[in-house]
């Protein structure tokens, strides 16, 4: 099946510092959604993407939806504390049946040191 | 608004008992899934439904059952519970294409924590 490649796996920072981390996928997508997941709980959403070349922010995150449609990439500015958690990204190929349903990334943990 | 529920939050089965998941959402979302979480895997999808009365299955559905009699409920079976089925298991649903664009965004319920030994 297809598959998402997500990097880093894990990201180990110091409070202040920025996170960049990126998706990758085989096959063209034309959503792409950044979740959070913090311990014990369900993921959580935090950005989505429609078009190509689209930049969103949320806050402190911004998340780009690749050119060539096949990449995604999240980056977090000044992180504190409780940006703690699962990072994940998520992408689908189209709408209904099974091009509709989502495709997970599997996720990069990210630990900020105070 | 309670959003996605799902009961119980944890359970501890024996190999081979059988038993069902239970999940509920009140924002009359047209889409439900399941997904299964495990360690370094991501989340992958079980079973998934486009509306009442209609379901397939995802990337994993062996040794699951579902059903959709209603627009609110999808539960999930399993069958003959193995170790391999030690997971955590998520419920989302989504608004699909009822009453506007189908835009993806899953909403996500807290999981249930299963053990099988």
């Known amino acids: 099946g297809q598959q998402l490649n997500q990097s880093p796996q894990s990201m180990f920072i110091q409070e202040g510092e920025d996170v960049s981390m990126n998706c990758t996928s085989s096959?063209?997508?034309?959503?792409w959604l950044w979740y959070k997941q913090e311990p014990g709980e369900g993921p959580v959403l935090l950005i989505a993407?429609?078009?190509?070349?689209e930049l969103t922010s949320n806050g402190r995150l911004t998340a780009q939806f690749g050119i060539t449609r096949k990449d995604s990439f999240l980056n977090i500015s000044a992180s504190i504390p409780s940006d703690v958690g699962i990072y994940f990204c998520a992408g689908r190929t189209g709408y209904g049946g099974s091009q509709g349903n989502l495709i997970f990334g599997k996720g990069t943990k990210l630990s900020v040191k105070p | 608004n309670a959003g996605v529920t799902q009961t119980p939050k944890f359970q501890v089965l024996k190999t081979g008992q059988s038993m069902t998941l239970q999940c509920a959402q009140d924002?009359?979302?047209?889409?439900m899934s399941w997904y299964r979480q495990d360690p370094g895997m991501g989340l992958r999808l079980i079973h998934y439904s486009v509306g009442a009365g209609i379901t397939d299955q995802g990337e994993v559905p062996n040794g699951y059952n579902v059903s959709r009699s209603t627009t609110e409920d999808f539960p999930l079976r399993l069958l003959s519970a193995a170790p391999s089925q030690t997971s955590v298991y998520f419920c989302?649903?989504?608004?699909?294409?009822?009453?506007?664009?189908?835009?993806?965004?899953?909403?996500f319920g807290e999981g249930s924590r299963l053990t099988v030994l």
């Open positions: 989302a649903s989504s608004r699909g294409r009822k009453g506007g664009r189908d835009t993806g965004e899953l909403f």
């Open positions: 096959s063209i997508f034309n959503t």
């Open positions: 924002m009359n979302h047209e889409y």
């Open positions: 993407l429609y078009k190509a070349g």
